[in-house]
């Protein structure tokens, strides 16, 4: 889609991190914004600095997990500027925990509800529209180097990566078999500077108070801080931000945005064509 001007962009997860930055980087290509986030605070912070960097934005809170708010959503979007143009499933959250622990099974659903099931029911409900008005239309699922590289106690956030990824390779194979103008594009980064390490704040009080996360551990778990170190040390957003805009613009769909973590892709196709165990490896 090489013409964004006037055009309407729909991004979830837009109060923070990659949505934001996301949501500037359309904004200044010309766009109609629409932005959604469950966190109604920073959500209406985000959209006052929107409007006073002079964009067209409409703001909708939102649980991207809840297929009747992404109805809602689709018709809010529609309602306030028409046709919409470009999607970004970008909305997610990291939390999980070592597989072999069966108390941590309401913190897999609700990673997997948001990270994958917000992605398929956001694709779901916007992509009929957008195929069928054929004004031209983008679909960018936010996905990661976690959709492609298992690192241990990642169990549900790799689960809902791999399917982002999955999903959105069918999307595209789709699109080309029926011909439609719609474009598909996964975004893959490794780390960012964004405050996905602090997902929690998002959680359910219940879930939260269950796993001693309502601020009743006294201790940070060594593999949180491991995880805020990674984050901290990630590129910035507006580096994902380009690297998004010109996948729509020139309908790529890998977008890989660090360079140094390619290599253990190619090694994982290696390793399995070869037969080789997994060896335990990180996935930077
Ligand atoms: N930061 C990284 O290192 C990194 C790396 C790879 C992929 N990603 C992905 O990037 C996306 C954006 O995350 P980020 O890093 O900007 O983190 P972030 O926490 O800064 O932003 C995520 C946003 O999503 C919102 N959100 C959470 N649950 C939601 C829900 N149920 N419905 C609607 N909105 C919800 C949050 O309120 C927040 O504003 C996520 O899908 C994440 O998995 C991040």
Redesign the pocket.
């Known amino acids: 889609m090489q013409e964004l001007s006037g055009k309407t962009a729909v991004i979830?997860?837009?109060?923070?991190?990659?949505?934001l930055a996301l949501a500037h980087r359309f904004g200044a290509a010309g766009m109609n914004l629409v932005v959604?986030?469950?966190?109604s605070g920073?959500l209406d912070l985000a959209t006052t600095e929107l409007s006073d960097a002079g964009y067209d934005v409409a703001a909708m809170e939102?649980?991207?997990?809840d297929l009747d708010g992404i109805r809602a959503f689709e018709s809010f979007a529609r309602e306030s500027f028409g046709n919409v143009h470009l999607l970004c499933n970008?909305?997610?959250?990291?939390a999980g925990g070592p597989v072999a622990d069966m108390d941590n099974l309401d913190l897999w659903k609700w990673t997997i509800d948001?990270?994958l099931w917000?992605v398929i029911y956001g694709c779901k409900v916007f992509m009929g529209a957008m195929i069928e008005h054929g004004e031209g239309a983008h679909i960018v699922n936010?996905?990661?180097?976690?959709g492609h590289l298992s690192a241990p106690m990642m169990g549900p956030?790799n689960i809902s990566?791999y399917g982002v990824v999955a999903l959105s390779e069918t999307m595209a194979k789709e699109m080309a078999m029926m011909q439609t103008t719609l474009g598909v594009s996964v975004l893959c980064?490794?780390?960012?500077q964004?405050?996905?390490a602090?997902?929690d704040r998002?959680l359910p009080d219940e879930v939260k108070a269950a796993h001693g996360r309502d601020g009743s551990a006294s201790e940070t778990s060594g593999t949180q801080s491991v995880i805020e170190r990674l984050?901290a040390s990630?590129i910035p957003?507006a580096d994902v931000a380009e690297a998004v805009h010109d996948a729509v613009v020139n309908d790529e769909f890998w977008i890989l945005t660090h360079p140094e973590s390619t290599p253990a892709i190619t090694e994982r196709a290696r390793q399995i064509v070869d037969g080789i165990n997994p060896p335990l490896t990180g996935f930077v």
């Open positions: 979830t997860g837009a109060a923070s991190g990659i949505g959604g986030d469950i966190e920073p939102l649980d991207v997990s970008n909305a997610g959250v990291g948001i990270n917000g936010t996905a990661s180097m976690a956030y990566k980064p490794a780390f960012v964004t405050k996905i602090t997902s998002n984050v990630g957003t």
